[in-house]
């Protein structure tokens, strides 16, 4: 059997034998692939699709967002835009805060209107009638009404037992909160001059434009 190399040291007078490392072999270069010209021309056509998607799809949000920062002009004279109507929405619910307190004679007036003045306005729990007339006073004041309603449908909706987990208003913004008390303020003076729901309603349309069916309404203020 053969002995490794060694190389040799003096120290101390004494030879010592150093044994001698091998060089690692050196790989030989990977030869690059070469790219056909069919290949090349191929890739080269889905670049310019990806370049021209790209650029389609900025030209897109780009003319999306102008749409949505396009003043609307509302019934009441007021203006705003689309990005405003979706900011009115939070999913994540706010605190409770009390936008129709004992002291403001809203529910008072509702009441009235519907016949029901024998009815304490600070109960906690209203008549379905009332919860059905604040949707259709006040928060079918904001624009786009319905998708604002359907937002907060599918993160609060009503349970079987008819009610919610938590009130609407809990899932407006701080600036939606003060455009509630301003529709609440509005309906009190409405409230104040009519004599039943059915002028309320008709009142509301013709000063605010929230819609209903007037011809529903007549029907059955006759029957």
Do not use: W
């Not at 059997?1 to 001698?20: E, F, H, R, W, Y």
């Not at 889905?46 to 799809?57: E, G, I, R, V």
């Not at 259709?136 to 987990?165: C, T, W």
């Not at 003076?189 to 509301?204: G, T």
Request: hydrophobic share 35%.
């Amino acid at each position: 059997m053969k002995s490794k190399p060694t190389a040799k040291s003096k120290k101390d007078g004494k030879q010592n034998l150093i044994p001698v490392r091998k060089a690692a072999p050196v790989e030989p270069k990977k030869k690059l692939t070469e790219i056909s010209e069919e290949s090349l021309a191929e890739r080269q056509l889905l670049d310019k699709m990806f370049s021209a998607n790209a650029d389609a799809k900025a030209e897109s949000d780009k003319r999306r967002r102008k749409a949505m920062e396009a003043t609307i002009t509302l019934l009441d004279g007021r203006e705003t835009n689309i990005i405003q109507i979706h900011e009115r929405f939070t999913s994540k619910p706010l605190p409770y805060k009390a936008l129709f307190p004992n002291d403001n004679p809203f529910f008072a007036n509702a009441l009235r209107m519907h016949g029901l003045d024998h009815i304490d306005p600070r109960i906690y729990i209203k008549p379905k009638c009332i919860r059905a007339f604040i949707l259709h006073a006040i928060y079918n004041r904001f624009p786009k009404s319905k998708e604002l309603m359907r937002a907060i449908n599918a993160v609060n909706p009503i349970l079987p037992s008819g009610f919610r987990v938590r009130k609407l208003s809990q899932h407006v913004d701080i600036q939606g909160r003060e455009q509630i008390e301003q529709y609440r303020e509005d309906a009190n003076k409405i409230m104040a001059i009519c004599h039943n729901e059915y002028e309320c309603k008709e009142k509301l349309h013709s000063e605010h434009g929230v819609p209903y069916q007037t011809d529903v309404f007549k029907k059955g203020k006759h029957d």
